[in-house]
């Protein structure tokens, strides 16, 4: 159970690289925290209400390492937008700077907002009614359901295995020890200690690996991931170098040459993008290039954003049909580009909207929109960019600020995994008994399963009855 009572933190600004970011704190000891990693003329607890101040924000260590420059306002309760005490950092820096101070603040104390609690805070506080509060949680609820969804993508791969591996291990002591103290003539605890320190150590290092893995990988995870699609010689090689700005996809003349999948970072509209080049999806013979097919179609089931790119000069083809058949059922919004605008153009934008259209089940295909484009002379782009960053603001794509808090949601699991770990390896050194072990194996378990989603009790059970309970 949550409480009130706590002190929350989170980004309060979407993603791409905008000037200013916003990192918002609020709760009793909102200015505590806040305080404790900011470095400026004065301190943050002795400013009034509704004023500034300009500092630096340091890495709560010894060496106070500077994570950015930043404008301190602090707003006292009740004359706040969640009613409590307010402190908001403006940064100068990117995501990546924003997510470090978010880091920072919960190493000093404050937890990660849940979706739409400043606003379930507005509401307790009497600042909103019911009625405003469901209109905002309404939109965050659109929003968390695509992060969340994001989410369990990430975890489709070694992630995953990798945590069910380790909840494996701990769940399996923990059922050897409760059934050794229940049935000590069939399962021995002598010499137990031997046993689990070297278990202790290698799920340790497993679990300081991964959070050394979870800080590199978030700036990869960041952005909006966009699939470039469209049928062979389209033009999406050089639509991807175009908001690329540099050759980066090797473009061809010969259809089908985009073998493997690019993947790419690019900001449009203000707004990063995670560009995914696919090869043309269709049936093929050629072994190689299925397999890039094969990860065209992965990469259009996780994609937020679709562009779709049709070349204006020839007519559509039953290729271009196709791929709008396969397309048509996803969720993303699609932005369909009719590209070589430089050249004599055959097809308008009615045109594809209503094949497009048609070829989906019941109207449910997203055209987000049509755009003239020109890979070769850029023409149409500034329109694109325009169309991206409208979609964003609509909240129409996901927003990875989301997806981010998803990820330092992982960190702390594991985090909190970890400090359990060494609370047995304490209790083993200090030689208490087995059932000790128990209590934090179980919440090293338990904190892991957070990262997975499973919970607590069933596995129990089920592990004692399963391996341990047989023909009782
Ligand atoms: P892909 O197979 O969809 O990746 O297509 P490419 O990007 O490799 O482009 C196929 C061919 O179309 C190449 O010869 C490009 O130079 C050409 N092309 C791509 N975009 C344009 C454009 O806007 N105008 C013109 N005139 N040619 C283009």
Same mark, same amino acid.
């Given at each position: 159970?949550?409480?009130?009572?706590?002190?929350?933190?989170?980004?309060?600004?979407?993603?791409?690289?905008?000037?200013?970011?916003?990192?918002?704190?609020?709760?009793?000891?909102?200015?505590?925290?806040?305080?404790?990693?900011?470095?400026?003329?004065?301190?943050?607890?002795?400013?009034?209400?509704?004023?500034?101040?300009?500092?630096?924000?340091?890495?709560?260590?010894?060496?106070?390492?500077?994570?950015?420059?930043?404008?301190?306002?602090?707003?006292?309760?009740?004359?706040?937008?969640?009613?409590?005490?307010?402190?908001?950092?403006?940064?100068?820096?990117?995501?990546?700077?924003?997510?470090?101070?978010?880091?920072?603040?919960?190493?000093?104390?404050?937890?990660?907002?849940?979706?739409?609690?400043?606003?379930?805070?507005?509401?307790?506080?009497?600042?909103?009614?019911?009625?405003?509060?469901?209109?905002?949680?309404?939109?965050?609820?659109?929003?968390?359901?695509?992060?969340?969804?994001?989410?369990?993508?990430?975890?489709?791969?070694?992630?995953?295995?990798?945590?069910?591996?380790?909840?494996?291990?701990?769940?399996?002591?923990?059922?050897?020890?409760?059934?050794?103290?229940?049935?000590?003539?069939?399962?021995?605890?002598?010499?137990?200690?031997?046993?689990?320190?070297?278990?202790?150590?290698?799920?340790?290092?497993?679990?300081?690996?991964?959070?050394?893995?979870?800080?590199?990988?978030?700036?990869?995870?960041?952005?909006?991931?966009?699939?470039?699609?469209?049928?062979?010689?389209?033009?999406?090689?050089?639509?991807?170098?175009?908001?690329?700005?540099?050759?980066?996809?090797?473009?061809?003349?010969?259809?089908?040459?985009?073998?493997?999948?690019?993947?790419?970072?690019?900001?449009?509209?203000?707004?990063?993008?995670?560009?995914?080049?696919?090869?043309?999806?269709?049936?093929?013979? #050629? !072994? %190689?290039?299925?397999? @890039? /097919?094969?990860?065209?179609? =992965? *990469?259009?089931?996780?994609?937020?954003?679709? $562009?779709?790119?049709?070349?204006?000069?020839?007519?559509?083809?039953?290729?271009?049909?196709?791929?709008?058949?396969?397309?048509?059922?996803?969720?993303?919004?699609?932005?369909?580009?009719?590209?070589?605008?430089?050249?004599?153009?055959?097809?308008?934008?009615?045109?594809?909207?209503?094949?497009?259209?048609?070829?989906?089940?019941? #109207? !449910? %295909?997203?055209?987000? @929109? /049509?755009?003239?484009?020109? =890979? *070769?002379?850029?023409?149409?782009?500034?329109? $694109?960019?325009?169309?991206?960053?409208?979609?964003?603001?609509?909240?129409?794509?996901?927003?990875?600020?989301?997806?981010?808090?998803?990820?330092?949601?992982?960190?702390?699991?594991?985090?909190?995994?970890?400090?359990?770990?060494?609370?047995?390896?304490?209790?083993?050194?200090?030689?208490?008994?087995?059932?000790?072990?128990?209590? #934090?194996?179980?919440?090293?378990?338990?904190?892991?399963?957070?990262?997975?989603?499973?919970?607590?009790?069933?596995?129990?059970?089920?592990?004692?009855?399963?391996?341990?309970?047989?023909?009782?």
């Amino acid at each position: 159970m949550i409480s009130e009572k706590d002190t929350i933190c989170a980004i309060a600004t979407g993603t791409g690289s905008a000037g200013i970011g916003i990192v918002r704190i609020s709760g009793p000891d909102a200015v505590g925290i806040a305080d404790r990693m900011f470095r400026g003329m004065r301190r943050l607890t002795e400013l009034k209400s509704y004023t500034a101040a300009f500092g630096k924000l340091v890495r709560l260590a010894d060496t106070e390492e500077v994570l950015d420059e930043a404008i301190a306002l602090v707003m006292r309760g009740p004359h706040s937008y969640t009613t409590e005490d307010v402190v908001e950092f403006s940064c100068h820096g990117g995501m990546l700077v924003l997510r470090r101070v978010l880091d920072e603040l919960v190493q000093a104390g404050a937890r990660l907002a849940e979706p739409g609690e400043f606003t379930k805070r507005a509401y307790l506080g009497g600042r909103i009614d019911l009625t405003e509060a469901e209109a905002v949680m309404d939109v965050i609820a659109a929003e968390n359901e695509h992060a969340l969804n994001a989410s369990l993508n990430q975890l489709r791969g070694g992630l995953r295995d990798e945590v069910s591996a380790l909840r494996e291990k701990l769940l399996y002591e923990t059922a050897y020890i409760e059934s050794a103290l229940d049935d000590p003539e069939n399962y021995s605890l002598d010499a137990y200690e031997d046993r689990i320190r070297p278990v202790l150590t290698e799920e340790g290092e497993r679990i300081s690996r991964l959070i050394a893995d979870a800080e590199e990988g978030r700036m990869l995870r960041q952005g909006i991931r966009t699939a470039i699609v469209g049928r062979p010689n389209a033009g999406k090689s050089s639509i991807l170098n175009l908001l690329l700005g540099e050759d980066r996809a090797i473009v061809t003349e010969i259809a089908g040459t985009t073998r493997d999948i690019l993947e790419e970072k690019a900001v449009l509209g203000g707004v990063q993008l995670v560009l995914i080049d696919t090869a043309g999806i269709r049936e093929t013979e #050629d !072994a %190689v290039e299925r397999i @890039g /097919v094969e990860r065209a179609r =992965a *990469a259009l089931d996780t994609a937020e954003l679709i $562009l779709l790119v049709i070349d204006a000069a020839e007519r559509l083809t039953e290729e271009d049909r196709e791929l709008f058949r396969n397309i048509s059922g996803t969720e993303a919004p699609i932005l369909v580009l009719l590209n070589k605008n430089d050249l004599d153009t055959v097809i308008t934008a009615s045109e594809v909207e209503g094949q497009l259209r048609a070829s989906a089940e019941q #109207d !449910a %295909v997203r055209i987000a @929109g /049509v755009i003239e484009i020109s =890979a *070769a002379t850029g023409e149409g782009k500034d329109t $694109l960019a325009g169309a991206v960053q409208e979609l964003f603001f609509k909240g129409m794509l996901s927003d990875s600020q989301e997806q981010y808090l998803l990820n330092t949601r992982h960190k702390e699991a594991l985090r909190d995994a970890l400090d359990a770990l060494h609370r047995v390896v304490d209790s083993v050194d200090a030689g208490v008994g087995e059932d000790f072990y128990t209590i #934090d194996l179980l919440a090293a378990y338990e904190a892991l399963g957070r990262i997975t989603g499973e919970t607590l009790e069933d596995d129990l059970a089920d592990k004692i009855f399963a391996e341990f309970c047989m023909g009782k």
